[in-house]
């Protein structure tokens, strides 16, 4: 029980911590964001033909 318990936290730290770089970044991982969105929407219609 308690091996599966620091996994999550420190997890959930890292991810504290990464969302606060994001948003000190927002408009740059605003950016980010959309192209991957982007991209993963090409490569999806790419691979569906």
Same mark, same amino acid.
């Given at each position: 029980?308690?091996?599966?318990?620091?996994?999550?936290? +420190?997890?959930? &730290?890292?991810?504290?911590?990464?969302?606060? @770089? #994001? %948003? +000190?970044?927002? &408009?740059?991982?605003?950016?980010?964001?959309? @192209? #991957? %969105?982007?991209?993963?929407?090409?490569?999806?219609?790419?691979?569906?033909?």
């Amino acid at each position: 029980m308690f091996n599966e318990v620091v996994p999550m936290v +420190k997890f959930t &730290i890292v991810k504290t911590q990464v969302n606060a @770089n #994001l %948003r +000190k970044d927002s &408009i740059k991982s605003a950016l980010i964001s959309v @192209n #991957l %969105r982007f991209y993963g929407y090409l490569l999806i219609v790419v691979s569906g033909f």
